[in-house]
T-cell receptor, first 110, second 114 residues
Framework: AQRVTQPEKLLSVFKGAPVELKCNYS??????LFWYVQYSRQRLQLLLR??SRESIKGFTADLNKGETSFHLKKPFAQEEDSAMYYC????????????FGSGTKLNVKP | GAGVSQSPRYKVAKRGQDVALRCDPI?????LFWYQQALGQGPEFLTY????????KSGLPSDRFFAERPEGSVSTLKIQRTQQEDSAVYLC????????????FGDGTRLSIL
């Protein structure tokens, strides 16, 4: 079955500390993985996708097919990174159906 | 408009009533998605349109849920005989082409069933 698991509901770190938001998935096929972010009182928006191999706002994520993981990392957290983060999955050959994790709330303390 | 627009922003209905939720996607966007987001959960896929064609409705939880996009632009999600478990935020998203990213999300409609 297709599933995205984000084990942490809440992650609190101090400003300047490294942050890692965990995401594990199961998918019978070739997946594409995404991270979406929702800042306070804003809409859900795409942060990054594994196929682009970009770094957005200092965040990176590497797809590890062996561990079926797509953890989101940033070496030095900023207060403005505080938000809800959702890991999502779709099929490389079928973008039309998305599976989202339950989300991790990142709180960056001053 | 600049983005996906959903209306109403909030809807309160009594159990058993029918409700209709509207989504105005970004002009020219081919793909349109509906999601249901329960409290404390991530969005769950409901249905997908490519233009006016509903290509995937596998996520609709029951036959009380119905979605349409008759002219390939505005879409309506209708829920008949609402139940308390239908209380959630309903999100709409659109994207320019089939299978393209990113999906542009609306603010959602928060539905509360009393």
């Amino acid at each position: 079955a297709q599933r995205v698991t984000q084990p942490e509901k809440l992650l609190s770190v101090f400003k300047g500390a490294p942050v890692e938001l965990k995401c594990n998935y199961s998918y019978s096929g070739s997946p594409e993985l995404f991270w979406y972010v929702q800042y306070s009182r804003q809409r859900l928006q795409l942060l990054l996708r594994h196929i682009s191999r970009e770094s957005i706002k200092g965040f990176t994520a590497d797809l590890n097919k062996g561990e079926t993981s797509f953890h989101l990392k940033k070496p030095f957290a900023q207060e403005e990174d505080s938000a809800m983060y959702y890991c999502a999955l779709s099929g490389l050959s079928n973008f039309n159906k998305f599976y989202f994790g339950s989300g991790t709330k990142l709180n960056v303390k001053p | 408009g600049a983005g996906v627009s959903q209306s109403p922003r909030y809807k309160v209905a009594k159990r058993g009533q029918d409700v209709a939720l509207r989504c105005d996607p970004i002009s020219g966007h081919v793909s349109l998605f509906w999601y249901q987001q329960a409290l404390g959960q991530g969005p769950e896929f409901l249905t997908y349109f490519q233009n006016e064609a509903q290509l995937d409705k596998s996520g609709l939880p029951s036959d009380r849920f119905f979605a349409e996009r008759p002219e390939g632009s505005v879409s309506t999600l209708k829920i008949q005989r609402t139940q308390q478990e239908d209380s959630a935020v309903y999100l709409c998203a659109s994207s320019p082409r089939e299978g393209s990213q990113p999906q542009h999300f609306g603010d959602g409609t928060r539905l509360s069933i009393l």
